[in-house]
């Protein structure tokens, strides 16, 4: 039996991730913006509220977090950048979801990213996470498609 855990983040978790990083968030953090996974998940790490680490069998697999889309707003900006130990695990990692997500979403009303177009696994989650997917706009330094995505919650 896999044993799954979240903690904080470290030095040592994050380069961890950055190195094992999925194809599909690489090519996504490079569509984006041009950087690294390393590049990618410092910046992240560094412009959220919440940030936390997955790990399986001690083992880091993913990192997520949210931040502030503003100062003065209540839109918060959610990612998450992971491993194959996400697609290995993934009924492990289904099950943690929704609370991560409650847990994501504790201090904003509405969550709101995008997501590279050619990611499908990653549009499936979403969907299933109950966010809702608009059609995709050209994004980044190579204006590629990306999904503006977004979840409300009742106040």
Same mark, same amino acid.
């Given at each position: 039996m896999v044993e799954v855990s979240i903690g904080p983040v470290t030095r040592?978790?994050?380069?961890q991730v950055a190195a094992g990083m999925r194809p599909a968030d690489r090519a996504?953090? !490079?569509?984006?913006?041009?950087?690294?996974?390393?590049?990618?998940?410092?910046?992240? %790490?560094?412009?959220?509220t919440v940030i936390r680490m997955g790990?399986?069998?001690?083992?880091?697999?993913?990192? !997520?977090? %949210?931040?502030?889309?503003?100062?003065?707003?209540?839109?918060?900006?959610?990612?998450?950048?992971?491993?194959?130990l996400i697609e290995r695990h993934a009924t492990l990692f289904l099950r943690g979801c929704r609370g991560a997500l409650d847990d994501l979403q504790r201090d904003f009303v509405v969550l709101r990213n995008l997501v590279d177009a050619r990611n499908r696994?990653?549009?499936r989650?979403?969907?299933?996470?109950?966010?809702?997917?608009?059609?995709?706009?050209?994004?980044?330094?190579?204006?590629?498609p990306f999904h503006p995505?977004?979840?409300q919650v009742d106040v």
């Open positions: 040592a978790g994050l380069a996504e953090v !490079w569509a984006a913006g041009h950087r690294t996974p390393r590049e990618a998940l410092e910046r992240a %790490v560094g412009l959220s790990y399986a069998d001690g083992e880091p697999g993913a990192i !997520w977090g %949210v931040g502030p889309a503003s100062l003065l707003g209540e839109t918060g900006v959610p990612w998450l950048l992971g491993t194959g696994l990653s549009i989650w979403l969907r299933w996470l109950g966010f809702a997917i608009d059609p995709a706009v050209p994004y980044g330094p190579d204006r590629l995505f977004w979840r």
